[in-house]
């Protein structure tokens, strides 16, 4: 496994962790991977795992999760943001 498909991996699961906090479903989820990554998203499936996976119902959740999600987040929506005025600029 290259070091980019790790980093995407760590990047994508931040990304959801915070999603769920949020309260995003996995179908809205999936939504906005679509949007801003395309082709190159997550599978619905893999996002609905990983969410149920990052239910903050569960008691072995550690904190430094939701810190990373936050990084995560801040970059996913850092990113989307160039993307769309680079589509605009088109």
Do not use: Q
């Not at 760590?10 to 996995?26: C, H, M, R, S, W």
């Not at 993307?83 to 605009?88: E, F, I, M, N, W």
């Amino acid at each position: 496994m290259s070091v980019s498909l790790k980093i995407d991996k760590i990047e994508y699961g931040a990304v959801i962790n915070l999603f769920v906090k949020d309260g995003l479903t996995p179908n809205e989820i999936h939504s906005k991977f679509i949007k801003v990554y395309g082709d190159s998203s997550p599978s619905f499936s893999t996002i609905k795992k990983w969410a149920a996976e990052f239910n903050p119902l569960k008691p072995e959740l550690n904190p430094i999760c939701y810190f990373l999600a936050l990084l995560g987040a801040h970059y996913f929506l850092h990113v989307s943001r160039i993307r769309v005025k680079l589509l605009t600029l088109r």
